[in-house]
Each structure stands twice: as structure tokens, then as C-alpha cells.
């Protein structure tokens, strides 16, 4: 159905006419064909199946209500030397925009004024083409009106990570539209970190070309903050793509990946940590779309829930005849620290080739009696001991990072959220 | 230095009483072992020394050097020196030996309201006591007990008791899944800590053990009480005629 212009705001409107006109041609099309797409899917309900877990109200209702701030730094990754690229109330500073071999960085605004521009073949190209079998229709939003973003080319081996950290006041409503496109053999990091608004509806298009190699890190953080994020990802064959995200606050977060493996022999990896507590909804969506021979791809969501924090799992794999030597692997667990804290999943396996190998589980469980003694048995104080058998629980996701440099980054950056809490 | 006078302990779950009256007094330096058929309810006592839940104290006391433990949080008993190696050491994924270690030792130092170890004094303890016990560099960088053999884990459990130098180290089942060079690896590692302070409290099955780690006292637990005591002459007695002859003695 088609949402009328009443129920939304103008910051979520279906249709930025001002800024359709103002575009390129190459960024005319994209957006009023994602105008096209988001008004005839309409707005997603309550009854949607696909958004059985999570109510699509915060994302869909007019205005920003939300107080959330997020001006400190995050100094997760100081020890690092990255290319940093800041976004603060949901605006990229493309004055200070850096530059890095093998790379090109450029803003949304600057590359939607061309005529012509690398990203035409991606930007929303991706998004549309994740729009089936499930509608996607913020996604489709997000492409139609997104102003904000930051478009990387990458052309060769980049030896930093191009680190995206976002600060925010206030009731900033966030629409970001990231794009990067990975050439053969090239190989990127990226980290983002920090919050683009108060409420964000972020969308982030990955293509990887043959052979290229796409790493990514998130962190998110923040107070009441509502968050929407996509990543639509192309992976060719031998490529590789891998994404983390570790979520440590925020009352409501989505995150939806979807991706498609069109080449053969390439490797894919989706995974998760999260520490929920209190007013703390967290929801993980994937969808990765096997379309190619012997490819790989893992999916390994953790999530720590406490005081009533929820966390939702919806994965699927789809293997498309042809598809063959699919090696799938999905697994979705929660610890629970007290019976008022819950986890939804639904795990899916959609099969059309006979010679594959999926496995795939989910667990719900409360914290090991047992090793609970063990540690206390040692001298750790209860409270210190579950902390530690918090990071045990969730270390299998944090593995997935290849970078151990990173990797122990993420860790310590968690040992600390739960030592201050 | 431990304590337990006309010990009583049920389970919390169900209507079960497993320690029937236990009395014990280990004294300063010395090795006491405490052997047993199944069921008695030796390894029963180790935890209910320990702090673990699920067991409920319906009469009789514990004390260490003059402290009752027994209302007493197991890190608590831990801080105050009291040490159990675990029949089954259990699996921690994600979470290194060594950090492991370092957070056990200065987690029982912040208790006692001592300064904690830096990491370089510890690195260089541990290594040392680590060489000893044949543990390498790559078996204190891996996730706790993960992946260990069954000797490896055992060795841990030393290494850890060798690292929080407690004054009452209970044993349950030490040279259980060993085999005879591991068990000797083991012991050795425990000879090492026996010094005229520490006390132990060895509980095994089989007096292969003690032929290693030599006792000073031999007790024999049978249905929740200690029904004998006597000098290791009795360890080679139960390894002969087995634990009818005693069991009937006292029956």
C-alpha cells in the first residue's frame, strides 16, 4: 500500500522533490526510482511479518522525540592509525575529508551533483535488488532521500582503516547513505563508530569485486538513540566480506544485512555481539543469498540480556539451485542474566542444491553454574565472574574479526562497558 | 588450620542428607587423605568447603585458623586461603590462562586489601611456576582449560594453586583420567608447595596417588561420617582387601 504524505514528516518522506531536482542525472534516477519502489511497498506495519519482533513505529513515526547525545569521543581504536572521516549531527565534514592510497573518499552531496559517477552502479542498485523476497521499504526511503554519505572507491590494498566516527545532539533524525565499491584484489577496512543521530536510518552498499576483500568493525554506543541500519552486499567470486558489530547501548537498534554471493569461492561473514540492559531492544536481520559454487558464509550473533532487554534473531540462507558446495553455518545464542530478559529467533534455511552442508543453531541459556563456582572458587567476586563469563560467551562472534589488533580493541573495549556498569 | 567439627550438610533440592556428622582436624604442614568408596560423600565435603550452592549446613561448623568459613562467598573462602583443585576443571572459551590467572591473584589481593600484582611481576611468576609444572607458553595464552587433555587441565589446577599460594589446598580426585607420568608430573607439582604451614587435604579412590604425594593421615569416609583414621598403612590396607572389611568393621 501507498503511505499517504500526512503520516510522515518531511524528513521521511517518500520523495525529496528539491532534492531530486538538484540532483545529477545519474543520482535523479537512483532516487526517483527508490521514491517509485518505497511508495509502492509503503511503510512497514505492525503486522508485517517481517516485523513481527521489532515494531517498525520508531522508525516510521513522524517525529523525533528522542533526547540523545552523543558528543564524547570514542577512543576505542586511538591506538590505531586510521583515515577518519566524522560525521556530526548527521552531516559529513567534507571539508576535512582525508585522503589515503589507494582509496578515493568522497561525500554523497559532491558525487550526486555529477552527471556522472562511479557510484551510479551501486547506489540503490543493491538496495533494489535486496528488496526481494522481502520488502525493504526503509531502505528504499533512505536511497530516495538520503542527503548525507560517504562514497569509497577503493582501487587497491588500503593500508589504514577508513574509521567513520559520528558525533550527535540533540533530536537529529539521521538519513546516511554510505557506498563503497572494492575493485578486483583490493582490500579495505572499515570502522565505524560514534552515532549519526538520534534516530539513524543508515545504509551502507558493499560491492566486492573478484577477489577483493572487504572487512568491517562497528561499534555502536549511545543513550536513548534509535537506530535502522542496512548493508546490501554484492560479493564476487573469490571475495571476501566480513562485518562486526558489537552494540552496547541504545534503547532500539535494527540491523538488517543483506547479501548476495554471486561469484564462486568466495567467503562471507555476519556476526554480532551484544550487551543488553534495561530498555534495550536489539535486533539482528540477515539474509545472505547463496548464487554461486562453493562458497562459504557464517553468521554468529551473541547477545548478553539483562533487566528485561530483548534481543531478536531473524537469519536465513538461501541456497539457489546451482548453488552447490555451500557451506553454511548460522548461530544464534543469548545468555540471559535473569528471567525478565528475553530472545527471539528465527533461523531459516532455504535449500534448492543437493549438495550442500548447512548447519545452523540457537540457544537461550542462563550463566553456568558450574563455571560460575570455578571462578569464584578462584577469588573473582560473583559480579566480576559473570562479567568474565559474559566475554567467554561472546568471544566466538569477536573471533570472526580477522585483524587481532582489532579484534583485541573490541575486547577491551567491552571489558570496560562492563566494568563501568 | 581446618577445622570441622560433627559436620552435617543435606542437599538444598531434595530431603538428602549426604554428611552425617563429619569431624576432621588438619593440622599446620600436614598431608591429610581422605579415601572412600563412591557415595560417601567425599567430594561432597570438598564443595561444601568451597562455597558451592545446592547444599544446605544443617548443623556442625568449619572453621580456617579460627574462622568459621561456612557462611562465608566461595571467593571469600578463596581470599582467605582456601583452595579447591577441581575433579573436573571446567572449560572457560574466550578467556586466556593468563588472564584468567592475573584476575584470580589480584582479585583474592584486593579482598585481603592488598596491592595488586603488576604485570610484569606476574608475567614473570608465572612463567617460572608455569616451567615447572611443563607448561608452555602457548598452554597459557589459550582459553582456560579448552582443548586441554585431561594431564593438562590437572597441571592448570596446580599451576593456579602454585600461583594463589593458599594455606588449605583440598584435592578432590586429583589422579582422576591420569595416567602415571601425568600423575607424577602432578605430584610433583604439589611436593613442590608442601612446605611446614600449608595443609592438604587430599581426596582419592586409589592409593596410587598417595604412593606419589605420601600422607601423614589416612581417613576412610564412608555413608557421610569418617569412619577410621590411621597413618598411611591404612591406604595400603584399603588398596589390598578393598573397603568391605573396613566397612563392615564399623557397621
Same mark, same amino acid.
Given at each position: ?421 | ?63 580456617? #585458623?579460627?574462622?568459621?568459613? /561456612? !557462611?562465608?562467598? @566461595?571467593?571469600?573462602?578463596? %581470599?582467605? =586461603? ?90 578432590? #580426585?586429583?589422579?582422576?583420567? /591420569? !595416567?602415571?607420568? @601425568?600423575?607424577?608430573?602432578? %605430584?610433583? =607439582? ?62
Amino acid at each position: 500500500m501507498a503511505a499517504s504524505s500526512q503520516n510522515t514528516s518531511s524528513s521521511r518522506a517518500l520523495r525529496d522533490a528539491q532534492l531530486i531536482d538538484s540532483s545529477g542525472a545519474w543520482a535523479k534516477q537512483a532516487r526517483t526510482a527508490a521514491s517509485e519502489r518505497a511508495q509502492a511497498a509503503g511503510l512497514p506495519q505492525r503486522r508485517d511479518e517481517y516485523w513481527k519482533y521489532t515494531r517498525p513505529d520508531a522508525f516510521v513515526q513522524a517525529d523525533v522525540t528522542l533526547q540523545s547525545s552523543l558528543r564524547k569521543s570514542l577512543e576505542i581504536f586511538h591506538q590505531r592509525t586510521t583515515v577518519l572521516v566524522t560525521f556530526e549531527d548527521g552531516k559529513i565534514q567534507s571539508s576535512a575529508l582525508p585522503s589515503a592510497a589507494h582509496c578515493t573518499l568522497e561525500s554523497l552531496a559532491s558525487a550526486s551533483s555529477l552527471d556522472l559517477h562511479w557510484a551510479r552502479d551501486i547506489y540503490g542498485r543493491l538496495e533494489a535488488a535486496g528488496q526481494t523476497p522481502v520488502q525493504r521499504s526503509l531502505a528504499a526511503v533512505n536511497t530516495a532521500v538520503a542527503r548525507e554519505g560517504l562514497m569509497l572507491n577503493v582501487t587497491g590494498a588500503v593500508a589504514a582503516p577508513i574509521h567513520i566516527h559520528a558525533t550527535s545532539s540533540g533530536q537529529t533524525d539521521a538519513i546516511i547513505h554510505n557506498v563503497i565499491q572494492v575493485a578486483a584484489g583490493a582490500e579495505v577496512t572499515l570502522i565505524e563508530t560514534g552515532q549519526y543521530g538520534a534516530r539513524t536510518n543508515s545504509v551502507l552498499e558493499v560491492d566486492v569485486a573478484d577477489g577483493g576483500r572487504f572487512h568491517h568493525i562497528r561499534v555502536q554506543d549511545g543513550d536513548e538513540r534509535h537506530l535502522l541500519t542496512h548493508i546490501f552486499g554484492k560479493i564476487g567470486a573469490e571475495a571476501t566480506f566480513k562485518s562486526f558489530t558489537l552494540t552496547a547501548g541504545g534503547q532500539l537498534t535494527r540491523n538488517e544485512c543483506v547479501l548476495q554471493l554471486l561469484g564462486d569461492d568466495a567467503s562471507v561473514s555476519v556476526a554480532g555481539a551484544c550487551l543488553g540492559d534495561g530498555r534495550f531492544h536489539h535486533d539482528d536481520t540477515v539474509f545472505i543469498t547463496h548464487d554461486a559454487v562453493n562458497c562459504e558464509s557464517r553468521q554468529v550473533f551473541k547477545k548478553v540480556l539483562r533487566n528485561g532487554a530483548v534481543g531478536v534473531f531473524q537469519g536465513k540462507i538461501l541456497v539457489k539451485a546451482g548453488a552447490q558446495k555451500t557451506d553454511g553455518y548460522q548461530i544464534s545464542q543469548s545468555l540471559l542474566l535473569d528471567d525478565d530478559s528475553q530472545f527471539l529467533a528465527k533461523p531459516e534455511l532455504e535449500i534448492y542444491a543437493d549438495d550442500v552442508a548447512c548447519s545452523h543453531g540457537s540457544t537461550s541459556g542462563a550463566i553456568d553454574a558450574q563455571a560460575l563456582f570455578y571462578l569464584r572458587s578462584r577469588g573473582v567476586p560473583e559480579a566480576q565472574a559473570v562479567d568474565l563469563l559474559t566475554l567467554s560467551f561472546v568471544a566466538e562472534a569477536i573471533e570472526e574479526i580477522d585483524d587481532a589488533n582489532l579484534a583485541q580493541d573490541i575486547l577491551d573495549h567491552l571489558t570496560e562497558t562492563l566494568s563501568a556498569r | 588450620m581446618l577445622n570441622i567439627k560433627n559436620l552435617h550438610v543435606k542437599l538444598e533440592e531434595e530431603d538428602k542428607q549426604i554428611l552425617k556428622g563429619v569431624n576432621l582436624s588438619l593440622e599446620p604442614g600436614k598431608v591429610h587423605a581422605i579415601m572412600g568408596p563412591n557415595g560417601s560423600g567425599k567430594s561432597t565435603l570438598s564443595y561444601v568447603l568451597s562455597g558451592k550452592g545446592g547444599y544446605e549446613v544443617t548443623d556442625g561448623t568449619a572453621q580456617l #585458623e579460627g574462622v568459621d568459613i /561456612l !557462611d562465608m562467598e @566461595a571467593e571469600e573462602r578463596a %581470599a582467605a =586461603g582456601l583452595f579447591l583443585a577441581f575433579q573436573y576443571p571446567v572449560e572457560i572459551p574466550g578467556v586466556g590462562n593468563m588472564t584468567f590467572l592475573r584476575t584470580a591473584v589480584n582479585a583474592q589481593r584486593k579482598l585481603r586489601g592488598e596491592e595488586e600484582m603488576s604485570a610484569g611481576e606476574f608475567l614473570k611468576v608465572v612463567r617460572a611456576k608455569a616451567k615447572d609444572l611443563k607448561i608452555d607458553a602457548e598452554m597459557l595464552k589459550r582459553p582456560v582449560n579448552v582443548g586441554f587433555s585431561g594431564g593438562e587441565k590437572k597441571r592448570n589446577e596446580i599451576l593456579q594453586m602454585a600461583m594463589l599460594e593458599p594455606k588449605m589446598c583440598i584435592l578432590d #580426585e586429583t589422579d582422576s583420567g /591420569l !595416567d602415571v607420568d @601425568a600423575m607424577k608430573l602432578v %605430584a610433583q =607439582g604439589v611436593n613442590a608447595l608442601r612446605d611446614d604451614k600449608r595443609t592438604f587435604l587430599v581426596i582419592t579412590h586409589y592409593q596410587r596417588l598417595l604412593d606419589h604425594i605420601k600422607p601423614d593421615v589416612v581417613h576412610i569416609m564412608a555413608n557421610g561420617r569418617i569412619i577410621k583414621t590411621g597413618g598411611p598403612e591404612l591406604a595400603l590396607e584399603v588398596e589390598n582387601n578393598g573397603y568391605a572389611d573396613l566397612l563392615e568393621e564399623t557397621a
